[in-house]
């Protein structure tokens, strides 16, 4: 018998709920890996209204909903090893992990959960020669800096968007006291405007620059001032500022997968599943590995299902 019943690799949102989800189905023994020090990924950082209507029915900020979820996941006494690194993951699901607590050390399990999760990456969607200036991160890195860590990426900002988390990004820094000098799109605003999105700039005042394209960056060591061009007429105006968002792609973490031969979708490049299955018999897999770049405008993701389908499995298969 494995040493586990269920191992899921990943404590972001989704994992955490499927560990809800398969324990609701009778799975006791389940072991969570997380390579952070606190589980929750992204959604720490996020700290508008927006998460837990599904589970909890009310909006609440990501902090909150993550503290709901891990209060449940101690009652249902699932195991958690934090700053753990998976080594390696075996067709005969065999999870090689190092951590702090353990050091090296291998678990079994009767099927595994892939919940890696996705991350921010240049994929080729700008081409903007910055000379090495400090001033310029993702969008992500700027939440992270700005709701955990407290401080300002920089007084006055320019955004690159492409989808609503650039324009909560320009609220947060105002709110803040910074200074947002233009959120760049390089399509109308209308193509990618809700109801959502008019409501996080209502007030807000946000100056928005459509059908254009930062295509240089100038300054000493950090960034002075960036050049901008109309996609459409091809101007070329220029704004000051000391920092610049990037909005990057995001994709899925699944570098330590190649070697177990999973099938992965062409579009969302991870994992490919069907009802959470992969290709691979026992593997299952949920949350932003599997939705990629689409994850970003999705309203709730959680392993709910995920949970429920690895746990029909066990209860199938293994016993």
């Known amino acids: 018998m494995p040493n586990y019943e269920l191992i899921i690799i990943g404590a972001g949102i989704a994992g955490m709920t499927a560990a809800i989800g398969a324990r609701e189905r009778g799975i006791k023994k389940i072991l969570m890996l997380e390579k952070e020090s606190n589980v929750g990924g992204i959604i720490n950082q996020c700290i508008h209204n927006g998460f837990g209507e599904k589970l909890i029915g009310e909006k609440v900020t990501g902090p909150e909903y993550i503290c709901h979820i891990e209060k449940q996941l101690e009652k249902a006494n699932v195991d958690v090893v934090l700053n753990a690194n998976v080594l390696d993951i075996t067709r005969e699901k065999v999870v090689t992990y190092v951590s702090p607590k353990d050091g090296v050390k291998d ?134 500022c000391d920092s610049l968002l990037l909005s990057v792609g995001f994709v899925p ?54 949970g429920i389908k690895a746990a029909e499995y066990i209860q199938k298969y293994i016993y």
């Open 107 to 240: 678990e079994s399990a009767g099927a595994i959960i892939l919940a890696m999760g996705a991350k921010e990456k240049y994929s080729g969607n700008f081409l903007i020669p910055t000379n090495g200036l400090t001033g310029i991160f993702t969008v992500g890195e700027a939440q992270r800096i700005v709701n955990l860590e407290g401080y300002l990426p920089g007084k006055k900002t320019i955004i690159m968007a492409k989808d609503k988390w650039g324009f909560i990004m320009a609220r947060r820094l105002i709110i803040e006291g910074g200074n947002v000098e233009g959120v760049i799109l390089e399509n109308e605003f209308n193509k990618i405007a809700n109801p959502e999105i008019e409501s996080i700039i209502d007030g807000f005042n946000i100056p928005i620059i459509e059908n254009s394209k930062v295509i240089n960056v100038e300054g000493k060591t950090r960034v002075q001032k960036i050049r901008i061009m109309n996609v459409n007429d091809k101007t070329i105006t220029e704004k000051e």
């Open 253 to 306: 973490e699944v570098s330590i997968l190649r070697k177990l031969k999973i099938n992965f979708d062409d579009k969302t490049l991870g994992p490919k599943v069907r009802d959470f299955k992969t290709s691979l018999d026992g593997f299952f897999a949920c949350g932003n590995i599997i939705y990629g770049e689409a994850a970003l405008n999705m309203e709730e993701i959680d392993g709910i299902e995920c």
